[in-house]
């Protein structure tokens, strides 16, 4: 027996081999049975007449500069959300008897930022808001108080009256 080194003879060496061969048949005729080897694979149909090799080296992204230079800006925080109160007579008749306050607000805001916009600006709890499109295109907000805030006192400190 001649020592082959990594504690191996040749003899453990060729029966390792034989065992991978006896492995690889077994796989084989395993393979035949079920038929998984024979099945036709489809032909690639070739639109061109000219063979091309095929470019299949996939390099890592390693830009010379960022594509984009500084991280996007949130466009619409809460002084963006409400623009301006209303304060035609309609909207005056709203504070004095259903205790809401009409805002004219950003197209993109929804009812959830509005209410979160006023809670922030204004430091008030609102109990809804309700919006609608104006025929003008600009975006008209009721926002409804809770009972424990007084419309009239909240318009007053905004400086709507």
């Not at 466009?75 to 109160?85: F, G, M, N, T």
């Not at 950003?106 to 209410?115: P, Q, S, V």
């Amino acid at each position: 027996m001649v020592n082959l080194g990594y504690g191996r003879t040749k003899v453990e060496g060729l029966k390792l081999k034989v065992k991978a061969i006896i492995k690889s048949l077994y796989k084989g005729s395993v393979a035949v049975k079920t038929g998984s080897t024979f099945k036709k694979k489809a032909k690639k149909i070739r639109n061109k007449v000219t063979f091309h090799r095929p470019k299949t080296l996939k390099t890592d992204r390693n830009p010379k500069y960022p594509r984009i230079s500084a991280p996007p800006r949130n466009k619409l925080d809460y002084y963006q959300i409400l623009k301006y109160p209303l304060t035609t007579e309609s909207a005056m008749k709203k504070i004095e008897d259903n205790n809401t306050l009409v805002f004219i607000v950003d197209i993109r805001a929804d009812k959830k930022k509005i209410k979160a916009a006023v809670k922030k600006m204004y430091d008030i709890q609102t109990k809804k808001v309700n919006t609608l499109i104006r025929p003008d295109g600009t975006k008209k907000a009721y926002v409804r108080l809770t009972p424990d805030y007084d419309a009239l006192d909240v318009a007053n400190k905004i400086g709507i009256i």
